[in-house]
């Protein structure tokens, strides 16, 4: 399809690390854009696995596309390129392949996962009507080992630092990826791409979340899944993020500047409190009050998280709210909800 001429380019990052099974299906996704000026940049990192050295080196070789063609049913972007690097991590392997194409956007797709049609098509306009939005995301649609719908919560700047607001595969503005430096390359056990949020975030850069479902993302096994793998690292990567947003953390929690084992605490209270404010039994009980939300100017909290958890778990309402969790009738409820009969 050629380019329209309003059509500035995109480009789809694809990292692999021995996942030749899932990437057919990856490419086909991207070749399958309704956006008219797409590029592919699929990136090698350091892969052993024979099949997928062996896919990657068909990829690579452009005298062989009718080959390809033949040996496989999906479609392949039309402009697709394969770099190789020694395994480096996930966080790596994008940036090699972002610093790669000059494309003024681009797109983080893992080799398991796949685009709808319409992705960039619905994205872009978006980013391009605000200069100050640095990356869009959409409702995610799970496929796999479990399936579902993903509703990823809407940008806000304070919830974004007690946790990912957003699955790594955004349409994202190459100014801001350049403007931080790109993904931490030393989360090489995962959160990188929450942490880059968070330093886009540092660095003035917002995002945006359209109500579209988008994004397909494939969910493994028990026990191999990126959360499972992640859980033993989780405080230590935390607190890692902590210390490279020292300022973010202080000023969004209310916080005067102190150490980072403090910053931490906080943090965790920040995070309970907002479970407790967004829990349906406390809106209900607790109705006029409502959980407290930074605006686009990210104003500062009125109080350090540990004082309004405090003042939170000393109220009427959530001793109310802890008596009735421990009735038989709640806890039965609770287990009748969960599925745990």
Partial sequence: MPAAADSPPVAVVIPCFNQGAYLPEALASVANQTYPNVSCVVVDDGSTDPATRQLLSDLKDANRRTARAARRSTPLPADLHVLSQPNRGLAAARNAGVRATPAPFFVPLDADDALAPGFIAKLLPVLRREPRWG??????????????LWCCPAYDPYRLLLGNLSAATALVRREAFDAVGGYAEDMVHGYEDWDFWVALLAAGWHGVRLPYVLFRYRQHAAGASMLGRLAPHRERLIRHMITRHRPLFVRLLGLRD????????????????????????????????????????????????????????????????????????????????????
């Fill in 258 to 341: 102190t150490d980072e084992a403090t910053i931490f605490a906080e943090w965790q209270a920040a995070v309970t409190l907002d479970g407790i404010e967004r829990a349906t039994s406390w809106r209900l009980l607790h109705p006029w009050a409502r959980p407290w939300v930074a605006t686009a100017a990210e104003r500062v909290p009125p109080a350090p998280p540990s004082l309004r958890l405090t003042a939170v778990q000393r109220s009427r309402a959530y001793r109310l709210i802890a008596a009735a969790k421990r009735t038989r009738l709640l806890r039965w409820y609770a287990r009748w909800c969960h599925g745990g009969g």
């Fill in 135 to 148: 990356y869009a995301y959409c409702t995610v649609r799970l496929f796999g080992a479990r399936r579902g």
